[in-house]
């Protein structure tokens, strides 16, 4: 764990272990005693230097000896294409393959019917999501794709299937629910080339951990912008601009959500992306 002078760890771990543990503002505020007010601006950058009390109240709720490690040692365990421990890791995250040893030329020789995507040289297999995954995923793009050309946007929206060369190597194509990609150079006939600038994953069961974990850590240090992670179950987005050490802030089903690479001038109501898709919960 990383901590702080007084064994207080860093607001920044508190972030992560709360997104590991699914509290929302309310049950962290419930559990700990600290206002719901009080836990989002902390979270989300306002106050700056909370007080001690505070901070000791939150991190009894979400400390955990047995499974709130820092965010580097997470990414050093799941990552780390050397040892056994990405072997467990690929493992817990659905990887079919040896670890590391796999290219683009094996990604683009998988049967048709094979989805996939190749991390770091290991491939994770990829589950025909729900109706509902896609459902949210088609009003995402609409409502992006209706503010470029209402604008006159040269940013480009794209949805599965797309990939992404990440890394610029042969080691890595990821496929995201949403790309938005700003820079015309990045686009090839085949792949996007590069970090694109904005990335939206729709969580699912199968694909929930490596989403919150290893991609997040693989599109921060790839260079992407700006990260959404849409939780259909807990009805949230969590959106991280890596440029912000606020970052994630997590919004609501009932929220606008402002789309920071351009400046919050496009806010994506969720309220009726929601609505267009709630007849699918069953």
């Known amino acids: 764990m990383i901590f702080q002078k007084g064994g207080t760890m860093k607001i920044e771990a508190l972030k992560h272990a709360k997104l590991e543990k699914g509290y929302s503002y309310d049950e962290l505020s419930q ?9 989002q601006k902390i979270f ?63 990604y683009l020789n998988l049967p048709d019917d094979r989805r996939a995507e190749l991390i770091d040289g290991v491939f994770y297999d990829m ?15 609409m409502a992006f794709r209706n503010f470029v050309d209402t604008n006159q946007g040269s940013c480009k929206v794209f949805i599965p299937p797309c990939g992404v060369q990440l890394d610029q190597d042969d080691k890595t194509v990821v496929e995201p629910d949403l790309v938005v990609v700003c820079d015309s150079s990045k686009l090839s006939d085949r792949f996007v080339a590069g970090a694109p600038d904005l990335i939206i994953e729709v969580l699912s069961p199968s694909t929930r951990r490596k989403d919150m974990y290893l ?26 601009v ?41």
């Open 215 to 240: 991609k997040t850590q693989k599109y921060e240090a790839a260079g992407v912008r700006e990260y959404w992670m849409v939780d259909i179950d807990s009805r949230r987005v969590i959106v991280y």
């Open 44 to 106: 989300n950058g306002i106050t700056k230097a909370p007080r001690y009390r505070t901070l000791q109240s939150l991190e009894k709720v979400l400390s955990d000896k047995t499974d709130q490690i820092s965010k580097e040692t997470r990414y050093d365990s799941i990552h780390s294409s050397q040892d056994k421990t990405v072997r467990e890791g690929a493992s817990a995250y659905g990887a079919w393959a040896r670890p590391g040893k796999y290219t683009i030329e094996n």
């Open 31 to 39: 559990l700990s005693g600290v206002p719901v007010s009080t836990i």
């Open 242 to 282: 890596f440029a912000d050490p606020s970052t994630p802030v997590i919004y609501g089903f009932d929220d606008c959500v402002p789309v920071a690479i351009w400046d919050g001038k496009c806010q994506i109501d969720m309220r009726k992306v929601w609505k267009a898709v709630q007849y699918l919960v069953k």
């Open 127 to 141: 589950s025909a999501p729900k109706l509902i995954h896609q459902a949210v995923e088609g009003e995402l793009f």
